[in-house]
C-alpha cells in the first residue's frame, strides 16, 4: 500500500523558511516524478514544484528563486525548501507521486505565514 506523508509545516513569520519533508513507501520512489501542491482556502489546488526521476525540476512561477524542490531516493524522502516565505503561501501542502497512471496523494501538511 502506497503512503505518503507530509511533515514539516507549521506556523512561521514573513520572510521566514521551512522546509517540507515528504517520507513515501510502499513504491519504486526513485521511478516515480515527484511534486508538491498546495491549496488555499477556497483556492484550487495548485503545483508548487515537481522534479522527475532524473532530478528534473519545474516550479511555479509565484515560488522561483524562493523555493527548491529535491529528492532523496535512498530515504524514499521528497523535500521542499522554502525560504523569503509570503502571506500567500500560507495553504496545505500535499505531496504527488506519478507513474503514468499511477497517481498518489498525501493527506498534507498545513503552512502558515503570518506575523
Known amino acids: 500500500q502506497v503512503q505518503l506523508v507530509e511533515s514539516g509545516g507549521e506556523l512561521v513569520r514573513p520572510g521566514g523558511s521551512l522546509r517540507l519533508s515528504c517520507a513515501a513507501s510502499?513504491?519504486?520512489?526513485?521511478?516515480?516524478?515527484m511534486g508538491w501542491y498546495r491549496q488555499a482556502p477556497g483556492k484550487q489546488r495548485e503545483l508548487v514544484a515537481s522534479?522527475?526521476?532524473?532530478?528534473?525540476?519545474d516550479y511555479a512561477d509565484s515560488v522561483k528563486g524562493r523555493f527548491t524542490i529535491s529528492r532523496d531516493n535512498a530515504k524514499n524522502t521528497l523535500y521542499l525548501q522554502m525560504n523569503s516565505l509570503k502571506t500567500e503561501d500560507t495553504a496545505v501542502y500535499y505531496c504527488?507521486?506519478?507513474?503514468?497512471?499511477?497517481?498518489?496523494w498525501g493527506r498534507g501538511t498545513q503552512v502558515t505565514v503570518s506575523s
Open positions: 522534479i522527475t526521476h532524473e532530478g528534473g525540476t
Open positions: 504527488k507521486a506519478t507513474l503514468g497512471g499511477l497517481i498518489n
Open positions: 510502499g513504491l519504486m520512489f526513485r521511478v516515480y516524478t
